[in-house]
Nanobody
Framework: QVQLVESGGGLVQPGGSLRLSCAAS????????MGWYRQAPGKERELVAS???????NYKDSVKGRFTISRDNPENTLYLQMNSLKPEDTAVYYC????????WGQGTQVTVSS
């Protein structure tokens, strides 16, 4: 059974940084493309960054140059380094398979506010 556990969120001021982690189990992590999704209040869930099994990355335009996705295959862990955070980055962040999400984890709340 696939299990995804996100962590690392919190409250940060505009311009600050956070590093999110996602521990994956129940899947062959290394062969899967993975991504970070987010859902802001009243909005649809959206994909913000993805990484293939060959470590190619792709980003939503609004986070390019500020967010960096990475993966540690031996540790079955996905990361999202978020710098220069803006209030519009406030959302619950989830990790999941790309392009077809599996069971969702509980997510981790990121709040950017002064």
């Amino acid at each position: 059974q696939v299990q995804l556990v996100e962590s690392g969120g919190g409250l940060v001021q505009p311009g600050g940084s956070l590093r999110l982690s996602c521990a994956a189990s129940g899947m062959i992590f290394s062969i899967n493309a993975m991504g970070w999704y987010r859902q802001a209040p009243g909005k649809e869930r959206e994909l913000v960054a993805s990484i293939t099994r060959s470590f190619s990355t792709n980003y939503k335009d609004s986070v390019k140059g500020r967010f960096t996705i990475s993966r540690d295959n031996p540790e079955n862990t996905l990361y999202l380094q978020m710098n220069s955070l803006k209030p519009e980055d406030t959302a619950v962040y989830y990790c999941n398979h790309v392009p077809y999400p599996l069971t969702w984890g509980q997510g981790t709340q990121v709040t950017v506010s002064s």
